[in-house]
């Protein structure tokens, strides 16, 4: 079964004048547990589909089927469940709130959801052991290098075990070396059935995903999942 | 979100912002402050007021001779232009009223008092020995007018504590003989000091029997007759019986002014407790510009954080829980503004109280409840439109925002 089922997806956008087309006559599926890499120049559209697949954008025109169920006339409040529950982000700025420690942040989508102080505890004392952060839960994001605040990032969006997570150029703010490290975490977790879709700049972190999405003018010009 | 998390949330998110939190907290406070000064200023001042009245006596009725205010035109009062004397008969024959407790005859006139070659002016108040409780005068030395016939005056007198003070010095008072006008009299008693107070002042005053002032100032009618009610529901009463037995001694004609000092003291009590009220109002302005202040640091705050708010909705928190986190930042504010301003207010009250020790500056109830209730509700409210404001924004806008 797909566990995203895109339709016919439109997203203009008016830009005083002219109108962007961003996303036009988009059809895409993507099975549960697959290793997807988004790709292509910038502009191409890429961070708009991220954002329609994690409900923070609505399409103008289609339909986007999550699990199988249509997300796209979901009220607000409907949506922000289902963010929370189904979908992981990880940004490339990572995002981390400032005055809260490793922990606070990783706990984070937890306090959001309302889960019991004392059950976040052990999710994110377990976190912090496989991300290997153990010794910086109480670092605050400043006291942290960019490799320990994606991991964080990267606990804070497996932290309520979502189906899917969406990481729009993860690396880019890394090092070549950190940013192996990050691609190997995400991988692990696909490893463990969980959905990633990820947008890169990087050819070869690009290659190593099991599937190539490369987009241009909102269009998806090559998919290497379907035969071309 | 629990709503202990929001707490928690909310608390961070305003000590992560010291100075802007500071500002908010301090304006607050200032709102709050003002008002419990300067209800304790007002309220101070009516309390005072009315200690002063109460300590003219308790549920005092005071005749004065000759009619003032209301009642209509008096042939008897036309043709003699002059008030009928107020007699020491007429002050004798009010004890057959049955809402009567005591009163004192009171007859004034100013003389020289002289001892030992010195020489003072002063107050002579002519009374009786009632004149002691009626007042709720106490004595430091020796004791009060005889109880004697009051057309008898006796050469006695009760000297206040700075004549006493300024004519014998250390010496002993009591027992000694002083001149007052032409009289030779004997110093019997000498009041407690007082302080300051409404009307005359006790410490400079000196007592004769109501006949002997009488005949010093030569003349034959009272400044005023002091009565006691029995209680404080009495009051009308001994007023009615008052005006009803002084009419008939004057043949009808009702040619005194009774006043109550329950009227009088009402007045007081009503216009000092309105100006209570409209410095209270005052300070109050100060509030709404403090919640006005809160709602911009909220907006700042919403604007400061526009890329977080966008992250949080991208980890699932719904425009509800965002509206009541920033909500409770606001109120937070405010509370912490309320309860600093609260213990700054009492701190000036508590300074005012010391500074000047006969005044009860404590603020009202009433207006510390309303103080902090109207901090509190500014706050809220104006926290409401920066909390909408975050609840609102597009989450990929605001994720963009860095
Ligand atoms: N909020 C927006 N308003 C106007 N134009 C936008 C907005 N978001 C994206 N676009 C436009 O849509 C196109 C795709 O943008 P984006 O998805 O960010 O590209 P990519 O992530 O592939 O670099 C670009 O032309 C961009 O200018
Ligand atoms: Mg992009």
Redesign the pocket.
């Known amino acids: 079964m797909p566990l995203i089922e895109l339709r016919g997806i439109e997203r203009v956008?008016q830009?005083g004048d002219s109108t962007?087309h961003?996303l036009s006559r988009l059809d895409l599926a993507i099975d549960v547990g697959e290793y997807v890499a988004v790709m292509?120049?910038?502009?191409?559209?890429?961070?708009?589909?991220l954002n329609l697949l994690g409900l923070l954008d609505r399409p103008d025109a289609g339909a986007y089927r999550l699990e199988g169920r249509d997300v796209t006339t979901l009220s607000p409040e409907e949506q922000a469940e289902v963010r929370s529950r189904r979908i992981g982000f990880v940004f490339q700025s990572f995002h981390l709130v400032p005055r809260l420690s490793a922990a606070e942040n990783i706990a984070l989508p937890m306090t959001l959801a309302g889960v019991p102080a004392k059950e976040r505890a052990g999710r994110v004392a377990r976190a912090l052991q496989d991300f290997a952060l153990e010794n910086r839960a109480d670092h605050r994001p400043d006291q942290l290098s960019g490799g320990q605040r994606q991991r964080v990032a990267i606990a804070r969006a497996t932290i309520m075990n979502p189906a899917l997570i969406l990481a729009d150029e993860p690396t880019g703010n890394l090092d070549r070396h950190t940013g192996d490290e990050v691609v190997r975490l995400l991988e692990a977790l696909n490893g463990r059935g969980v959905t990633i879709v990820v947008?890169t700049h990087d050819p070869t972190l690009g290659a190593r995903a099991r599937r190539q999405l490369v987009?241009e003018d909102?269009r998806l010009q090559h998919d290497s999942g379907k035969p071309a | 979100m629990r709503p202990a998390d929001i707490l928690r949330f909310a608390r961070v998110a305003a000590t992560g912002y010291p100075l802007r939190t500071a500002l908010s907290v301090l304006a607050m406070s200032i709102g709050v402050a003002a008002v419990v000064v300067l209800t304790a200023l007002g309220d101070g001042a009516r309390r005072y007021v009315v200690g002063q009245f109460a300590s003219l006596g308790t549920n005092l009725v005071i005749v004065l001779p000759g009619k003032t205010g209301t009642g209509g035109f008096n042939p008897a009062t036309a043709i003699t232009s002059t008030p009928r004397d107020l007699t020491i008969d007429d002050a004798a024959a009010l004890l057959r009223a049955p809402a009567v407790k005591r009163l004192a005859p009171l007859a004034v006139g100013t003389s020289e008092i002289s001892y030992g070659g010195k020489l003072r002016e002063g107050l002579v108040a002519g009374s009786t020995a009632q004149f002691l409780e009626v007042r709720n005068f106490e004595l430091a030395q020796g004791r009060f007018l005889p109880d004697e016939d009051w057309h008898r005056g006796s050469a006695v007198a009760v000297i206040g504590a700075k004549i006493r003070e300024e004519i014998f010095g250390p010496n002993a008072a009591v027992g000694q003989l002083v001149r007052i006008g032409d009289r030779r009299v004997r110093i019997v008693g000498v009041l407690k000091s007082s302080g300051q107070g409404l009307g005359m002042n006790t410490d400079e005053l000196v007592i004769v029997p109501v006949a002997l002032a009488q005949a010093m100032f030569n003349s034959n009618t009272l400044f005023r007759i002091l009565v006691e009610a029995k209680s404080r529901e009495a009051i009308p009463a001994a007023k009615a019986e008052v005006l009803e037995i002084l009419k008939t001694r004057h043949q009808g004609e009702e040619d005194v002014t009774v006043i109550t000092q329950d009227a009088v003291l009402a007045t007081f009590d009503k216009l000092l407790g309105a100006l209570t009220l409209g410095v209270a109002g005052i300070a109050a302005i100060s509030l709404a510009v403090a919640g006005i202040l809160v709602m911009n640091v909220m907006l700042v705050a919403v604007t400061q954080r526009t890329a977080e708010i966008g992250l949080l909705k991208a980890l699932g928190a719904t425009g509800r829980t965002i509206r009541l986190a920033f909500l409770a930042e606001a109120a937070m504010l405010s509370t912490v503004g309320a309860g600093v301003g609260y213990l700054l207010g009492h701190l000036g009250a508590f300074g005012v109280r010391l500074a000047f020790p006969v005044f009860p500056a404590y603020p009202p109830h009433w207006a510390v409840v309303a103080g902090l209730t109207t901090a509190l509700a500014t706050g809220l409210l104006f926290g409401v439109m920066p909390a909408r404001r975050a609840a609102r924004l597009d989450p990929?806008?605001a994720l963009m925002k860095h």
């Open positions: 956008f830009l962007v961003a292509g120049p910038s502009g191409s559209g890429k961070s708009t589909l947008v987009m909102g | 990929v806008q």
